[in-house]
C-alpha cells in the first residue's frame, strides 16, 4: 500500500535508564544522550539518509513522528533510529510504529490519528517487554556503577569496572561545559550542602494536564506540530527562567540540575530551601506562557494549561529512585486537586522525608495525619491534619506566611508546641493555639490570626481546626494547615524570590 504513512517513537522506560544509578554524574550523562538522541537536529541526519523526503511532525519529550512516502520507508526508518539508540546508549531504547495515513487526514483529525499511533505504538512496547533482559551471571563482574549489567571496561574517572551504559553516561557527562563561571554540583552531596538548611535537596517532579487530550483536538497536521514544540519550548522556558534566578553558590556551584526536561513535563532537583518556590515558579510561567501557545493553535480565549506538581524534600543521602516513586505519588494527588478545580489552575503536594520507610504517601498520611494519629483520640469523626494538596495560589500564600513568621522571628518553641498539640487531640491543638496566642506579643499573635483566617474559619471554626464538608461521604471533616505551614518553616528564606 502507498502512503502517506505515519511514523511514531517513544523512548522507553526513561526513568529506569536515567535513575539507574544515584549518582548524580550518570544521572546527568544519561539526560544529556537522550536531550541529543531526542533532538530535531540528529533525528534528521539519521533519517534523511534512509528518506530525504520525509515531512516532520515534531520531536520532543522523548517522542516525534513524521510522515514518510512507503511502508517499506518507514520500517528502514524506524530501524534505523531503534539502532541509533542501541550504538549511543547501549541500554537505552526507544519505540517506533507506522500505519497509514490517508492524504485528507493531514488537515483533517490528525490528533485523532495520533491516538491510534499511540496504541499502536503501546502494542509495540509490550511485545519488547517480553524479551529477556541481560543477566550478570555469578561468575561476571557487575558494573560498579550501576551495579545491572556486566562489566566490560575500567573507567577512566575512578578506575572502578562499568558497563558499556554507565561508560557512554559518564562520557557525555564530561563534554558537558560549565556555565559561565559557574559548573553544576558533582553530587547530591554536594547539592545538599548548598542548602540552608544543610544536607537537604528538593527534587521536583511536574506534568501537564489533559495535554494528550487537548493534541488529539488537533484536526491538522500544522496544529498538532505547532502545539507539541510550543509545549516542549515553554517547558524549557520556564524552567530555565525560574532556575536563572538563583545564582551559584559555595565555589560557583549551581544549586540546581535539570535531570530531565521535555515535552509537557520535567524533573529536577535543588537545593532543599529551593524547591518549593522554584517549583510554584515554574508552574506560574507555564500557566502564564500557555496562553501565546493556545492563541497559535485557534483554542479558545481565557484557557490556560496548567501542572500538577509534586515536591519531596529529604537528605541529600536519600535514594534517588526513592525521590523519583515519592514525588510520582504526589504529582498524582497534585493531579487529582487540578481535575477537583476543573483544571483551572495547577496544584501541588509536597512531603518532608524524615524516615527512611516512608515508601507510600496515602498510606503514611492515612496513619500520621489523621484522628489516628491523636494520643487521645475523642469521638467518631474525620480529622487530617494536613490540607494537602494545595493550588499553587493557596501554596503560594502558605510560604508566605512562613516567610512572615520567619521574618517575624516568631519563637520556634512556640511554633513546635503548637504542632505537637496537633497530634494529641482536636481539644489539646484549640487549647495551644489559645495558650500561645495570650502568650507571644502582639504582632505575632497577628500572624497567628492572618494565617487562620486565610486557612482557617473565622466564622465558626476553633482554631487551628477548619470544618469543611467532604462531599463524597457527606459527613464533616475537620482540616488544619498549621502541620504544613511548620514541615516548610525549615525550607523557606526570610526574603522572597522574584515572581514572573
Known amino acids: 500500500m502507498t502512503g502517506p504513512y505515519l511514523v511514531s517513537f517513544d523512548t522507553d522506560r526513561i526513568k529506569d535508564y536515567v535513575f539507574a544509578t544515584d549518582k548524580l554524574r550518570e544521572i546527568r550523562g544519561a539526560s544529556t544522550l537522550l536531550n541529543t538522541l531526542n533532538h530535531p537536529d540528529y533525528m534528521k541526519r539519521i533519517i534523511g539518509p534512509i528518506c530525504p523526503d520525509h515531512k516532520e511532525v515534531f520531536f520532543a519529550g522523548g517522542s516525534g513522528a513524521i510522515l514518510v512516502p512507503t511502508e517499506e520507508k518507514a520500517k528502514g526508518v524506524i530501524r534505523a533510529v531503534e539502532e541509533a539508540y542501541r550504538q549511543e546508549t547501549f541500554t537505552a531504547s526507544i519505540t517506533g510504529a507506522c500505519l497509514p495515513l490517508a492524504p485528507a487526514l493531514e488537515t483533517k483529525d490528525f490528533g485523532q490519528r495520533m491516538e491510534v499511533a499511540g496504541l499502536r505504538l503501546r502494542e509495540e512496547k509490550d511485545k519488547k517487554a517480553r524479551r529477556t533482559a541481560v543477566m550478570i551471571e555469578p561468575y561476571t563482574q557487575p558494573c560498579m556503577a550501576c551495579e545491572r549489567y556486566p562489566a566490560t571496561r575500567v573507567s577512566p574517572v575512578d ?31 554536594q547539592l545538599g550542602s548548598l542548602s540552608h538548611p544543610p544536607d537537604y535537596i528538593g527534587f521536583i517532579y511536574a506534568d501537564g494536564n489533559q495535554m494528550g487530550e487537548l493534541l488529539s483536538q488537533m484536526r491538522a497536521l500544522a496544529d498538532y506540530r505547532k502545539l507539541a514544540t510550543g509545549l516542549d519550548r515553554l517547558i524549557h522556558s520556564s524552567v530555565g527562567e525560574s532556575l536563572r534566578k538563583h545564582p551559584a553558590r559555595g565555589d560557583n556551584v549551581l544549586p540546581y540540575e535539570q535531570l530531565l526536561v521535555g515535552g509537557d513535563d520535567l524533573m529536577l532537583v535543588t537545593a532543599g530551601d529551593l524547591a518549593l518556590e522554584v517549583a510554584l515558579d515554574i508552574a506560574a510561567r507555564f500557566e502564564q506562557g500557555s496562553r501565546d501557545v493556545l492563541d497559535s493553535v485557534n483554542q479558545p480565549e481565557g484557557k490556560k ?107 520556634r518553641s512556640q511554633l513546635q508546641f503548637l504542632y505537637e498539640g496537633l497530634f494529641h487531640s482536636q481539644v489539646e491543638a484549640v487549647y495551644r493555639w489559645g495558650k500561645v496566642a495570650g502568650r507571644v506579643k502582639d504582632d505575632h499573635r497577628k500572624l497567628m490570626d492572618n494565617f487562620y483566617s486565610e486557612f482557617g474559619d473565622a466564622a465558626t471554626g476553633f482554631p487551628p481546626w477548619r470544618r469543611d464538608i467532604d462531599m463524597i461521604n457527606n459527613t464533616d471533616v475537620f482540616t488544619s494547615a498549621l502541620g504544613d505551614l511548620v514541615e516548610i518553616y525549615p525550607f523557606v528564606s526570610e526574603q522572597a524570590g522574584d515572581r514572573p
Do not use: W
Not at 558497563?163 to 547530591?188: F, M, Q, V, W, Y
Not at 504526589?330 to 483544571?343: F, G, M, Q, T
Not at 524524615?354 to 507510600?360: F, N
Open 159 to 189: 578506575q572502578q569496572p562499568v558497563c558499556d551504559s554507565c561508560h557512554a553516561k559518564r562520557e557525555a557527562a564530561r563534554r558537558i561545559t560549565d556555565k559561565g563561571n559557574s559548573r553544576p554540583p558533582e553530587d547530591l552531596n
Open 305 to 411: 494549561l496548567t501542572l500538577g506538581v509534586g515536591v519531596v524534600l529529604a537528605h541529600a543521602s536519600f535514594p534517588i529512585a526513592a525521590f523519583q516513586r515519592l514525588a510520582s505519588q504526589l504529582l498524582k494527588s497534585a493531579k487529582r486537586r487540578c481535575a477537583s478545580e476543573n483544571y483551572a489552575t495547577s496544584a501541588i503536594d509536597f512531603m518532608v522525608v524524615t524516615a527512611a520507610g516512608s515508601s507510600d504517601v496515602s498510606a503514611l498520611r492515612e496513619e500520621a495525619l489523621t484522628q489516628k494519629a491523636f494520643v487521645f483520640p475523642h469521638g467518631d469523626r474525620e480529622v487530617r491534619i494536613t490540607q494537602r494538596p494545595y493550588t499553587t495560589k493557596q501554596a503560594s500564600n502558605l510560604l508566605g506566611h512562613a516567610r512572615a513568621f520567619k521574618q517575624a522571628k516568631f519563637p
